[in-house]
């Protein structure tokens, strides 16, 4: 099966800082997401984004299919974005997704 | 409007017993899925159904069944609970079956079983 890659697997952050985070994935995918999931547990969808560039407030992301990877950018964090952040995908022809082990973020006020 | 709910949220019980845990979805979406989150964090799929058709069963074991009474419903039932079935079980639903689609996921249902 596909395989993903997050890094870091932990970091943190002061408030307002501005972060990073990877995904690399072993195959060509058409479905990657981003998913933030908040200390209650909930799994919330950041970005749905095979490939380009979006943008929602202080996240953005970019995917570049070609060359098999997604970044994750946060900016100006604040300490609701604690949390864990998955990146997950689906290859060509298939319905799961596969995540990745996640970054845990911790932003310190 | 919640999109995708799961009932119950949280479910403690002892070794042995049969437990099911349900799940809807409003979307009007034609697939849904049921992913297992490990004590480490790990999400992993274990069921996926399209129009009430099984289309995914990964290496789970047979006491988990999965049942769709239409396509709005995915039904987890577990027989004979085991300690290493603790974990919290999503419920994920998406368009379209065919062509990998945005999947949304439910609020997770935290199963203990001591």
């Known amino acids: 099966g596909i395989q993903v890659e997050q890094s870091p697997p932990d970091l943190i952050l002061q408030e307002g800082a501005n972060s990073t985070l990877r995904c690399n994935f072993s195959?060509?995918?058409?479905?990657l997401q981003w998913f933030h999931q908040n200390p209650w547990g909930q799994l919330i969808n950041l970005f749905y984004i095979p490939s380009g560039t979006k943008q929602n407030g202080r996240l953005s992301a970019t995917t570049v299919a070609t060359e098999r990877y997604s970044l994750l950018y946060i900016s100006s964090s604040q300490t609701t974005d604690s949390g864990v952040y998955f990146c997950?995908?689906?290859?060509?022809?298939?319905?799961?997704?596969?995540f990745g082990a996640g970054t845990t973020v911790t932003v310190r006020a | 409007d919640t999109a995708v709910s799961q009932t119950p949220k949280y479910l403690v019980t002892q070794m042995g017993n049969d437990k099911s845990i349900k799940c809807e979805q409003n979307?009007?979406?034609?697939?849904m899925y049921w992913y297992k989150q490990d004590s480490k964090k790990f999400l992993k799929i274990m069921f996926s159904y399209n129009n009430k058709e099984l289309i995914i069963n990964e290496t789970v074991p047979n006491r988990f069944s999965p049942k769709s009474p239409d396509k709005a419903h995915l039904n987890l039932h577990i027989n004979s609970l085991e300690l290493g079935d603790s974990a919290v079980y999503f419920c994920a639903s998406s368009r379209i079956g065919q062509v990998a689609n945005e999947q949304f996921f439910g609020p997770g249902t935290r199963l203990t079983v001591l």
């Open positions: 195959d060509s995918v058409n479905n």
């Open positions: 979307l009007g979406h034609d697939t």
């Open positions: 997950a995908v689906a290859g060509s022809n298939d319905y799961k997704l596969s």
